[in-house]
């Protein structure tokens, strides 16, 4: 048993630093490419609000846990001291949180973009992306780490092995019934199971979705791929005690994101291989291309009332133009 917590703490080590500078490079382009037409949707702020708070995660990771449990520089953490720990715990736990509120966000987002998409823009403006991003995700992060260093003690201490540091926390940490990880994996279970079954039934309705549609589904299904990581790492943790697969489904959470999005994503993939690379990339413009980025833009299921008979009022022609918004007629 300990020999497998050991390689799996070795491969839950290299994932991290490997994914590390990809994942920088990934925010980077989000950052250099935010104004442009398929990158400057609220989609977008999101994953870069997460991504931010998964890369301080990753950080944290490395040079906290993982490294006082190697064993590798004990001197580091003793000459440190307690006082390490009472930083660490707290901005650690509350990054988590970042990441947890940031994932429940983007399920909203995608749930918002495939089921209620005339209501998208409406509701998914740049200030009320504001508001989701800073005070709730952010804000709650701080209010919980805050919250720790006032109720609970913090130390370390060293194993029998005279190298392996432990962190101690000693408080109301472990009296809470429920983590936020669990509440957050609980809401993105229901918002999930409830965008699937809605697409269910809509199959039952109609023979076939449109490219806009089926890709809407795709990214969907990939966010839901990445959420199934936090889910089975709260369920590993709360449940089984099961601290390995816990940390290992954790790993996998934090650094599937720009995996996911480099797969799935052709607007995203082709504008960091350009950035990273500076080669001149073409854009693609076919329309599955142009589908990924409608369905991330919430235009997956806007479609035009079906002519019948080829023939339609001129007065219904300019209620279409009225109703569905131009950047969709213009597609």
């Given amino acids: 048993m300990v020999e497998i ?20 490079l990934f925010l980077l382009t989000l950052i250099k490419y935010r104004k442009d037409k398929e990158l400057k949707h609220a989609f977008f702020r999101l994953l870069l609000s ?3 708070a998964d890369i301080l995660q990753i950080i944290m990771v490395l040079l906290g846990y993982n490294l006082a449990a190697t064993g590798l520089v004990p001197q580091l953490f003793i000459w440190m001291g307690d006082l390490f720990v009472k930083i660490y715990f707290p901005v650690s736990r509350g990054v988590n949180v970042a990441q947890c509120v940031g994932a429940l966000w983007i399920a909203v987002n995608r749930l918002t973009a495939l089921h209620f998409p005339f209501s998208y823009d409406r509701i998914w403006t740049s200030k009320v992306t504001f508001i989701f991003i800073i005070v709730f995700q952010w804000f709650a992060s701080v209010a919980l780490a805050f919250n720790l260093v006032v109720a609970n003690t913090f130390s370390m201490r060293v194993k029998s092995d005279n190298k392996t540091i432990e962190f101690v926390v000693t408080g109301q940490f472990y009296n809470i019934p429920v983590s936020p990880a669990v509440i957050s994996s609980f809401c993105l279970l229901m918002i999930y199971s409830f965008i699937f079954l809605a697409a269910f039934f809509k199959t039952l309705q109609r023979k076939e979705w449109t490219l806009k549609e089926r890709a809407a589904l795709k990214m969907t299904a990939a966010g839901f791929v990445i959420c199934s990581t936090l889910i089975s790492s709260a369920i590993f943790s709360r449940i089984f005690r099961n601290d390995v697969v816990s940390a290992f489904g954790l790993t996998i959470f934090i650094s599937s994101t720009p995996y996911s ?4 994503s052709s607007a995203v993939r082709n504008r960091f291989f350009h950035f990273v690379f500076g080669c001149c990339c073409k854009e693609s413009s076919s329309n599955i291309s142009k589908a990924e980025v409608d369905s991330m833009a919430g235009n997956s299921i806007r479609r035009l009332p079906i002519i019948k008979n080829a023939s339609v ?7 279409m133009n009225h109703e569905v ?6 597609e």
Wanted: hydrophobic share 60%; net charge positive.
């Fill in 5 to 24: 917590n050991f390689v799996i703490g070795w491969v839950c080590n290299f994932i991290l630093l490997f994914t590390l500078p990809i994942y920088v």
């Fill in 50 to 52: 997460n991504g931010l």
């Fill in 261 to 264: 999005l480099l797969i799935f």
């Fill in 313 to 319: 009022a001129i007065t219904d022609l300019k209620r």
């Fill in 325 to 330: 918004p131009n950047h969709v007629l213009t």
